[in-house]
């Protein structure tokens, strides 16, 4: 399965960018895009999985920014 994902940057502060993957995308996960490495902090299936593909949308953050938001829902 490929997954195309279109990671956002929270707060809109670095430009994110779309990226095929070979392995799904978790909660949790670090990725680097460009020279900056981000947490990612939510994902969404943007349309169910078809012929090998399923496009997801993730929502990244700053390492530290990731925990900060992660502590407020509780």
Known sequence: MIYKVS????????PGGIRNE???????SLVKIGP???EIIEIHEMMP????FQFLH???AEP???????????
Not at 22 to 28: A, H, L, N, Q
Not at 49 to 52: I, L, Q
Not at 64 to 74: G, I, L, N, R
């Open 49 to 52: 999985p078809r012929d090998g």
């Open 36 to 38: 900056r490495t981000f």
């Open 64 to 74: 530290s920014e990731a925990k900060s938001s992660a502590d407020s829902y509780f």
């Open 7 to 14: 990671y956002v940057v929270k707060d809109g502060d670095f």
């Open 22 to 28: 070979t392995e799904r995308p978790m909660v949790g």
């Open 58 to 60: 993730a929502l990244v």
